[in-house]
């Protein structure tokens, strides 16, 4: 039986009053997760563009090689 079918199955053996929660908790998690980043954040993610702009990065393959090498 895979996930899905459990899950059903507990779904069909819970009383009728637990069923709410339940679908309150599904629509909480299927909802995305909205955060404002802080002030702090922002200024971060500024100077990361701007390292970025000035070529001020690693590519992803360099880094991989590096991190082996060690």
Request: charged share 40%; no cysteine.
């Amino acid at each position: 039986m895979n996930l899905r079918e459990e899950i059903n199955k507990a779904l069909e053996a819970l009383p009728e009053d637990a069923l709410q929660g339940v679908f309150e908790y599904i629509q909480f998690i299927m909802q995305p997760e909205q955060v404002e980043p802080t002030t702090d954040e922002l200024k971060a993610i500024e100077r990361g563009r701007a390292e970025f702009d000035r070529g001020e990065f690693s590519e992803w393959e360099d880094t991989r090689r590096r991190r082996e090498d060690v």
